[in-house]
């Protein structure tokens, strides 16, 4: 089993949390709790609404960078979680997902979704 490993984007301040400054909690195989781990966060009006939580797919890109939900790969696809075949793929805007499968071989990420707006 891989180890369950999240990064998360700040949308107020519109940045990555930098390592460390949340907990991530695992309660299992859908549910886990974020908890603030910096006065930064936890003194300010901390909710857990401004975050958008991104977790790690298990594999790496072919220049050894993690891949992550959200990500941007050299083609324009996103990384994302597809419900109905329980599994993450790259979502090319309307045209098809596609399977990672050795993404090590193939995959770039350039980006991340938040960073488009």
Excluded: H, L
Excluded at 3 to 24: H, I, L, N
Excluded at 26 to 32: A, N
């Amino acid at each position: 089993m891989r180890s369950r490993k999240y990064r998360a984007w700040d949308k107020v301040r519109q940045q990555y949390v930098p390592q460390g400054e949340f907990v991530f909690r695992d309660y299992g195989e859908t549910s886990f709790e974020m908890i603030p781990n910096c006065q930064e966060y936890v003194y300010v009006n901390y909710k857990q609404e401004d975050f958008i939580i991104e977790e790690y797919i298990g594999r790496k890109d072919k220049i050894g960078q993690e891949i992550f939900e959200g990500d941007i790969d050299r083609d324009g696809g996103e990384v994302m979680w597809n419900q109905d075949t329980c599994q993450f793929v790259i979502n090319y805007e309307g045209i098809e997902m596609q399977e990672i499968k050795d993404p090590e071989d193939w995959c770039e990420i350039i980006g991340n979704i938040n960073y488009k707006n």
